[in-house]
């Protein structure tokens, strides 16, 4: 039950979220999405916007995350081969709703992405989670990350390492 689920869980669920992608472990990532999971990144000028009626920098289904994944696993993906390394820190984590099956979680990130011949790029806002619980362990049913840059022009591409 999702009542039973503490911040403590809750954290430890993020932290290993973020060593995987970290580590571009993609479809260990994946193991941790539903089948029918979302992930959104709304624009830098309405955060609080609707996928269905605003334009998004990323709104991906279930069938574009996996299509996302597989896309930056190849090597012929010159944007990330060879693969960027990044170090994501994750804070202030809260539970901010709950029901039977679910929780509502926001945290704080920041990430750090380095790549070869670019200078170091950093990305800083706060995630949203809608988590669901499947017998003892939590999956991503939506995954939001809401920047708080106010223009990317300097930040260079968004992708998938949000």
């Keep these: 039950m999702a009542n039973a689920v503490t911040r403590s869980h809750v954290e430890d669920f ?3 979220e973020a060593a995987l992608l970290d580590e571009w472990r993609l479809d260990d ?5 539903t089948e029918d999971a979302a992930y959104y990144v ?3 000028d309405a955060p609080a916007s609707d996928h269905r009626s605003a334009l998004f920098l990323i709104a991906d289904d279930s069938t574009r995350i996996r299509a996302r994944v ?3 696993k190849d090597t012929q993906a010159h944007a990330e081969f060879p ?3 990044t170090r994501r820190m994750i804070g ?3 539970i901010t709703a709950s029901t039977d099956t679910g929780l509502t979680v926001e945290a704080n990130f920041t990430i750090h992405r380095f790549r070869r011949g670019a200078p170091e790029r950093k ?3 706060r995630y949203v989670y809608r988590l669901v619980v499947t017998g ?3 999956k991503i049913a939506e995954r939001r990350a809401i920047l708080d840059s106010t223009e990317l022009g300097a930040q260079g591409a968004v992708s998938f390492i949000l």
């Design 70 to 72: 597989k896309r930056l």
């Design 136 to 138: 003892d362990s939590l």
């Design 14 to 16: 993020l932290y290993h």
């Design 92 to 94: 202030n984590v809260r």
């Design 29 to 33: 990532w994946l193991a941790l999405l």
């Design 42 to 44: 709304p624009s830098t």
């Design 83 to 85: 693969h960027s390394r």
């Design 123 to 125: 990305f800083v806002g």
